[in-house]
C-alpha cells in the first residue's frame, strides 16, 4: 500500500475538487492508488470533476504541415515561452514536421532524421539550439495521418506564426471529391476538434477499458437513486449515448450550429458534393498536455538568492 501523503490528498483534492478529508479517505480506501480514488469519490458523489485532466505546464510550440493526402503534427517544448517566440526554434518545429510527413512520426526515428534546412538530424541541431538559446528543447511526440485519395487538412489554433502554435489538429478526409469542398470541410472539422477535444473517432474504436470504467461509475451513481436494477441498466446506457456524445468524435454536436452530429456534417458534405466522404481519421496537440511542470515559490526563490 502507497505512503497516503499529504501531497498526494492534495493531488487528489486537486484533480477532483472533493473536501480533504474525503480524499484522505478515497486514497486509505484504495490502497493510495490515485486513479480508483477518483472513481471511488465519483461513485460517493463526492467528486465535483467529471474525468481526470492533465495540467499543461510546459512551453514550446505544435507544428502542423500538410501536403495533399498527408500530414503531420509534431510538439517540441521548451522550458519557456520566450523560446517559442524565437524565429529559429519556430523554424526547426516547422522543419520537424516535414519530415514527419517524409518519414513518418517515429520519435526516435525523427530525432535521427537529417534535416535538409539545417544540415543537420533533429536531435544534433536541438542540441545546437540548446547551447545558443540556453534551454533546454525536446522533441515530444509526432503524428502522421494520410489517405489513398483525398486530403490531410491541418488547423494551428491561436497560431504563434504561420504553421505553429499551442493547438494543431489534422483531419483526414477518405474521398473522390474536389479539393477546394474536402478543404473547406476539413478546416471545419479541423476547428471543431480543437474546440471540442474529441478522444476517439467513432464508438468502435473507444478503449473498452475506459467505457467499462464509466459504465461501472455510472451504475453506481444510478444505484444511489435507489432505483429497480432494470431501470438503472436504461440509466446506464442512456448515460453512456451521452458520454459518447462527449468523448467520441462523430458523435459530437457540431460546435458551429450547435444542433448537427458531426457524422451528419460529413453525410451533407458528401451529398453535396456528389461523392462519398469518409472521415477517416484525427489528431489534436495541445501543448503540455499531460506534462507537469514542479511549481515553484517565487518568495522562496528570491529569498534562497538574497541569502547567497
Known amino acids: 500500500m502507497a505512503e497516503i501523503t499529504a501531497a498526494l490528498v492534495k493531488e487528489l483534492r486537486e484533480k477532483t475538487g472533493a473536501g480533504m478529508m474525503d480524499c484522505k479517505r478515497a486514497l486509505s480506501e484504495n490502497a493510495g492508488d490515485i486513479e480508483q480514488a477518483i472513481d471511488w469519490l465519483r461513485k460517493k458523489g463526492l467528486?465535483?470533476?467529471?474525468?481526470?485532466?492533465?495540467?499543461?505546464?510546459?512551453?514550446?510550440?505544435?507544428?502542423?504541415?500538410?501536403?495533399?493526402?498527408?500530414?503531420?503534427?509534431?510538439?517540441?517544448?521548451?522550458e519557456t515561452d520566450f523560446v517559442a517566440r524565437n524565429d529559429k526554434f519556430q523554424a526547426v518545429v516547422l522543419a520537424v514536421s516535414r519530415a514527419a510527413v517524409e518519414h513518418g512520426d517515429d520519435v526516435e526515428a525523427l530525432k535521427q532524421t537529417v534535416l535538409p534546412e539545417f544540415g543537420a538530424t533533429t536531435e544534433a541541431h536541438l542540441t545546437h539550439l540548446i547551447a545558443t538559446i540556453g534551454e533546454n528543447m525536446n522533441l515530444r511526440r509526432a503524428k502522421r495521418l494520410s489517405v489513398s485519395a483525398g486530403l490531410v487538412?491541418?488547423?494551428?489554433?491561436?497560431?504563434?506564426?504561420?504553421?505553429?502554435?499551442?493547438?494543431?489538429?489534422?483531419?483526414?478526409?477518405e474521398s473522390t471529391a474536389d479539393t477546394n469542398t474536402l478543404a473547406t470541410l476539413g478546416k471545419q472539422l479541423a476547428m471543431h476538434v480543437a474546440a471540442a477535444g474529441p478522444l476517439f473517432l467513432d464508438v468502435a474504436s473507444v478503449d473498452g477499458a475506459a467505457l467499462d470504467r464509466e459504465r461501472d461509475v455510472l451504475r453506481e451513481q444510478a444505484r444511489a437513486s435507489g432505483k429497480p436494477?432494470?431501470?438503472?441498466?436504461?440509466?446506464v446506457e442512456g448515460r453512456v449515448r451521452k458520454y459518447y456524445e462527449e468523448v467520441v468524435l462523430l458523435e459530437q454536436v457540431y460546435v458551429v450550429d450547435q444542433e448537427t452530429k458531426i457524422a451528419k456534417v460529413v453525410d451533407a458534405a458528401a451529398k453535396a458534393a456528389g461523392a462519398p466522404i469518409a472521415l477517416t481519421g484525427f489528431a489534436r496537440f495541445v501543448l503540455g498536455e499531460g506534462i507537469e511542470k514542479e511549481a515553484s515559490d517565487f518568495a522562496a526563490e528570491v529569498a534562497a538568492a538574497a541569502k547567497s
Open 47 to 78: 467528486s465535483a470533476a467529471a474525468k481526470k485532466s492533465g495540467r499543461v505546464a510546459a512551453e514550446g510550440l505544435v507544428g502542423v504541415v500538410t501536403e495533399g493526402t498527408i500530414g503531420a503534427v509534431v510538439e517540441i517544448n521548451s
Open 153 to 173: 487538412t491541418g488547423y494551428v489554433h491561436n497560431a504563434t506564426a504561420p504553421g505553429v502554435g499551442k493547438i494543431g489538429v489534422l483531419v483526414a478526409l
Open 229 to 235: 436494477e432494470a431501470i438503472i441498466e436504461k440509466m
